[in-house]
């Protein structure tokens, strides 16, 4: 049974920073699509970034150059390091992964991830 567990989530200023993790276990499959989504209240859950299991990276562009998604194979851990925080980056953040996908398809949709964290809290105040 595949489980992903997140941590790291807070409460920071703007212009602060956070590491998001995800310790996953139970994930057999030798290819990967690991990604972080996000979801603010009152708005659907949106793709942040993903890394898949050729070494690809994806980004929402609001967040490039800001955040960084990687993934240590050793640990079985992703990572999401979250610099230069705005108001706008608070929402209930959630890992997710699929055998199947590129990393891309963080822009698909959330429907297209068979496994999901529970999700935790990032808050940013201005």
């Known amino acids: 049974q595949v489980q992903l567990v997140e941590s790291g989530g807070g409460s920071v200023r703007a212009g602060g920073s956070l590491r998001l993790s995800c310790a996953v276990s139970?994930?057999?499959?030798?290819?990967?699509?690991m990604g972080w989504f996000r979801q603010a209240i009152g708005k659907e859950r949106e793709g942040v970034a993903a890394?898949?299991?050729?070494?690809?990276?994806s980004y929402l562009d609001s967040v490039k150059g800001r955040f960084t998604i990687s993934i240590d194979n050793a640990v079985n851990t992703l990572y999401l390091q979250m610099n230069s925080l705005k108001p706008e980056d608070t929402a209930v953040y959630y890992c997710?992964?699929?055998?199947?996908?590129?990393?891309?398809?963080?822009?698909?949709?959330?429907?297209?991830?068979?496994?999901w964290g529970q999700g935790t809290q990032v808050t940013v105040s201005s």
């Open positions: 997710a992964a699929d055998r199947r996908l590129a990393s891309s398809a963080v822009f698909y949709g959330a429907h297209w991830f068979d496994y």
């Open positions: 139970g994930y057999t499959y030798s290819s990967y699509c």
């Open positions: 890394i898949d299991s050729d070494g690809n990276t």
